[in-house]
């Protein structure tokens, strides 16, 4: 299957400081990647929607501000913590739609590894 | 609205054992389902999928089938390994123009030597 990686895997950094989290689809373009959000044995909770070239749209509840995200070419988005703080810790995972070729139905979005952050 | 309900976990099974995991959905119009797997610290890895009725996905051993009489997209294997222990979620993708994927709550599966 297709290949979307993340970097960093992992971050450490004091409360105050930003965060930016990477995601790139490696073999194939993708103009809408997702970012969610995963609590320690819970499901995935979508963040946002990132298309290329325009603003993502949040989900209700998620800081716009806070969770700033970036879609400036067809295979990264960016997603940047901002002035991030404890109770952002959590494991930040992207994923890249691709649209498949044959109609709508052949659409599959593919994940990254994740990016497990922790603010101290 | 869309959504997915799927077998509670945890789940402990003993090498070679037969594997389902059941998962229902409500949707309108005809989704796409899912099966995805995460292994332990990493994201989501695409296991299975099926778009049309009575499609049946497989792969690594895995199978489920599209059944839209019942709602439902149920995952086997029969006979699961050590190295299927993972939490597995079932997802679709609606058919209309609001392209986001619903998730279900996922499962953990556990086997064990």
């Known amino acids: 299957g297709a290949v979307v990686s993340q970097h960093p895997s992992r971050v450490i950094c004091k409360s105050g400081t930003s965060v930016k989290i990477e995601c790139r689809s490696l073999?194939?373009?993708?103009?809408?990647m997702f970012w969610y959000r995963q609590f320690p044995k819970q499901s995935l909770m979508l963040m946002a929607t990132?298309?290329?070239?325009?603003?993502?749209?949040?989900e209700q509840g998620v800081e716009k501000d806070k969770f700033l995200i970036n879609h400036a070419s067809l295979t990264l988005s960016t997603l940047t913590v901002t002035s991030a703080h404890p109770e952002d810790s959590s494991f930040y995972i992207c994923s890249a739609r691709d649209p498949g070729a044959g109609g709508p139905w052949r659409e599959t979005q593919y994940f990254g590894p994740g990016t497990r952050l922790l603010v101290l | 609205g869309n959504s997915v309900t799927q077998m509670e976990g945890p789940v402990t099974l003993s090498e070679e054992a037969f594997l389902t995991i059941n998962c229902t959905y409500t949707?309108?119009?005809?989704?796409?389902l899912f099966w995805y797997v995460q292994y332990p610290g990493e994201g989501l890895q695409l296991l299975l999928k099926?778009?049309?009725?009575?499609d049946k996905g497989s792969n690594k051993g895995f199978e489920a089938t599209y059944r839209k009489e019942t709602t439902s997209f149920h995952l086997e294997k029969g006979s699961v390994q050590v190295s299927d222990s993972a939490v597995y979620f079932c997802?679709?993708?609606?058919?209309?123009?609001?392209?986001?994927?619903?998730f279900g709550s996922g499962t953990q599966l556990t086997v064990l030597p």
């Open positions: 997802a679709l993708l609606p058919s209309g123009s609001a392209r986001q994927l619903t």
């Open positions: 073999d194939f373009q993708a103009t809408t």
């Open positions: 099926a778009t049309k009725a009575d």
């Open positions: 949707a309108t119009g005809y989704p796409s």
């Open positions: 990132s298309n290329e070239g325009s603003k993502a749209t949040y």
